[in-house]
């Protein structure tokens, strides 16, 4: 017998063997909870996005049959990015031996265990420190109590007279329940104050439009999304006098509802010798143009940057469709065709869509070529079809239009760069 097999074999008798001493005393205090507190309470908790919490043995168990669902489905934790393709740093995903723990665990009595076992730390999502700015909607938005979903902007001046750097964003929702999702837009023309409150369906969107902003995406948010942060030294520039643009999607709430979202901006307090920046492919980077979806057809597009000058460090990147995005999956073709996988999502889904940080800087050479490709279903086929009978689809803001963007902050390449792993451990 050759010796690798002799090394699958028993590691195959130490699996199974691991198996059965546990399902013997498979209990809740010793293998069900530390799962859950790390997967589900940052947003199964009070005050979090989940719709109840999972703090306790009862909360699980009177739950039982449900959770046995979405765990096995991957339905929860919710996340898009196909790990088989790549992971992240903000990466909530079960193991398979997690999922047969819970559902064996479900499916042989849910017994509880030692109780005395010392209790575990409730996992926050927030960054740990003080803001340097904080930023909140001037007027608490009365979300208005409908069936239907509610898309908004907000103007929030920063007030700030010189350049600084950010290391870290964060979003705090004021509502957890009803706002699903948002995204933050840097302006530096200061012309943009009258899209304060204003529906995305109010004509007037397609004249702040035009507006060349400074930032199109600083920071993406959907519950569940870390702060996003960057090593030491390192920053992203905030134009002195801008304006924050906050769009926000509300859900359905079906009664009155309030809410006053704040966002929390960190600035460098070391000298920031590289610069954050941004490399958007977006329509007009769309290799078989038009961006048009004809009504009762599956589209296809594919985005190519320029070939890259110099080496560059990648730290997070960001897809943005909307309704009728399907699939999208982006990847670099080094000069010498080595391909780098940077993101698949191979069942979008547009309530959950966020950044995507590496696990540490990403080196893409110069001379790379990125890419991008989205595929749309404008076809009845597609649940999230807004139209019945489907309408011919183009480009804009608005989530009735559509859009195709692939959003990524990098620095420029510094050696060993790729041996530098991020931390979500900061202080
Ligand atoms: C990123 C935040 C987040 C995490 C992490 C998370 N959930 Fe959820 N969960 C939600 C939200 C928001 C909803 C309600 C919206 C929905 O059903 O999509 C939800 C809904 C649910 C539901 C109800 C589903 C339904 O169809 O009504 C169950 C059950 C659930 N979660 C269990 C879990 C379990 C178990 C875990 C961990 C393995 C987990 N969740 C992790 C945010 C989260």
Same mark, same amino acid.
């Given at each position: 017998?050759?010796?690798?097999?002799?090394?699958?074999?028993?590691?195959?008798?130490?699996?199974?063997?691991?198996?059965?001493?546990?399902?013997?005393?498979?209990?809740?205090?010793?293998?069900?909870?530390?799962?859950?507190?790390?997967?589900?309470?940052?947003?199964?908790?009070?005050?979090? &996005?989940?719709?109840?919490?999972?703090?306790?043995?009862?909360?699980?168990?009177?739950?039982?049959?449900?959770?046995?669902?979405?765990?096995?489905?991957?339905?929860?934790?919710?996340?898009?990015?196909?790990?088989?393709?790549?992971?992240?740093?903000?990466?909530?995903?079960?193991?398979?031996?997690?999922?047969?723990?819970?559902?064996?665990?479900?499916?042989?009595?849910?017994?509880?265990?030692?109780?005395?076992?010392?209790?575990?730390?409730?996992?926050?999502?927030?960054?740990?420190?003080?803001?340097?700015?904080?930023?909140?909607?001037?007027?608490?938005?009365?979300?208005?109590?409908?069936?239907?979903?509610?898309?908004?902007?907000?103007?929030?001046?920063?007030?700030?007279? =010189?350049?600084?750097?950010?290391?870290?964003? =964060?979003?705090?929702?004021?509502?957890?329940?009803?706002?699903?999702?948002?995204?933050?837009?840097?302006?530096?023309?200061?012309?943009?104050?009258?899209?304060?409150?204003?529906?995305?369906?109010?004509?007037?969107?397609? *004249?702040?439009?035009?507006?060349?902003?400074?930032?199109?995406?600083?920071?993406?948010?959907?519950?569940?999304?870390?702060?996003?942060?960057?090593?030491?030294?390192?920053?992203?520039?905030?134009?002195?006098?801008?304006?924050?643009?906050?769009?926000?999607?509300?859900?359905?709430?079906?009664?009155?509802?309030?809410?006053?979202?704040?966002?929390?901006?960190?600035?460098?307090?070391?000298?920031?010798?590289?610069?954050?920046?941004?490399?958007?492919?977006? =329509?007009?980077?769309?290799?078989?143009?038009?961006?048009?979806?004809?009504?009762?057809?599956?589209?296809?597009?594919?985005?190519?940057?320029?070939?890259?000058?110099?080496?560059?460090?990648?730290?997070?990147?960001?897809?943005?469709?909307?309704?009728?995005?399907?699939?999208? =999956?982006?990847?670099?073709?080094? &000069?010498?065709?080595?391909?780098?996988?940077?993101?698949?999502?191979?069942?979008?889904?547009?309530?959950?869509?966020?950044?995507?940080?590496?696990?540490?800087?990403?080196?893409?050479? *110069?001379?790379?070529?990125?890419?991008?490709?989205?595929?749309?279903?404008?076809?009845?086929?597609?649940?999230?079809?807004?139209?019945?009978?489907?309408?011919?689809?183009?480009?804009?803001?608005?989530?009735?239009?559509?859009?195709?963007?692939?959003?990524?902050?990098?620095?420029?390449?510094?050696?060993?760069?790729?041996?530098?792993?991020?931390?979500?451990?900061?202080?």
């Amino acid at each position: 017998m050759f010796n690798s097999e002799k090394v699958i074999i028993s590691s195959f008798w130490l699996i199974v063997s691991y198996y059965s001493a546990i399902s013997q005393n498979l209990n809740y205090f010793e293998h069900i909870r530390p799962i859950i507190y790390e997967n589900c309470v940052p947003c199964h908790q009070p005050g979090q &996005a989940g719709p109840f919490s999972l703090l306790t043995y009862n909360d699980i168990t009177i739950r039982s049959k449900m959770i046995q669902y979405v765990v096995s489905h991957r339905y929860m934790p919710p996340w898009k990015a196909d790990p088989d393709y790549r992971h992240y740093l903000n990466e909530r995903v079960l193991t398979d031996t997690e999922i047969n723990l819970i559902t064996e665990w479900i499916s042989t009595g849910m017994s509880e265990g030692n109780k005395t076992k010392e209790s575990l730390p409730v996992k926050r999502l927030y960054y740990k420190t003080v803001p340097d700015l904080t930023l909140t909607m001037a007027e608490s938005y009365d979300i208005p109590n409908s069936n239907s979903d509610d898309f908004r902007f907000f103007h929030l001046p920063m007030n700030i007279s =010189e350049l600084r750097y950010l290391r870290a964003i =964060e979003f705090m929702p004021g509502n957890r329940r009803y706002v699903h999702h948002s995204r933050m837009m840097v302006d530096s023309t200061q012309n943009m104050s009258g899209i304060d409150g204003m529906s995305e369906f109010d004509p007037k969107i397609y *004249e702040f439009q035009k507006t060349p902003l400074a930032d199109e995406f600083l920071y993406g948010w959907v519950p569940g999304s870390f702060p996003l942060f960057f090593p030491d030294g390192v920053g992203k520039r905030l134009e002195p006098n801008a304006d924050l643009i906050l769009n926000i999607h509300y859900s359905p709430t079906g009664r009155n509802q309030k809410d006053q979202s704040t966002v929390n901006f960190y600035f460098t307090n070391k000298p920031v010798k590289r610069e954050v920046k941004t490399l958007i492919l977006r =329509e007009n980077d769309i290799i078989n143009q038009p961006f048009y979806l004809p009504a009762n057809q599956i589209s296809n597009f594919t985005m190519k940057s320029k070939a890259l000058e110099k080496d560059i460090s990648m730290i997070s990147v960001m897809p943005h469709m909307h309704f009728l995005g399907k699939y999208f =999956e982006s990847y670099a073709v080094t &000069a010498s065709k080595d391909t780098i996988p940077l993101i698949r999502i191979n069942d979008w889904d547009f309530n959950w869509q966020t950044m995507y940080q590496f696990n540490h800087y990403l080196k893409i050479p *110069e001379g790379s070529v990125i890419y991008a490709k989205a595929r749309y279903d404008n076809t009845i086929n597609n649940p999230m079809n807004q139209f019945i009978p489907p309408k011919n689809i183009g480009y804009g803001w608005r989530t009735v239009s559509e859009m195709m963007n692939l959003i990524c902050y990098y620095v420029d390449y510094k050696k060993r760069d790729e041996r530098h792993y991020f931390s979500t451990d900061t202080d």
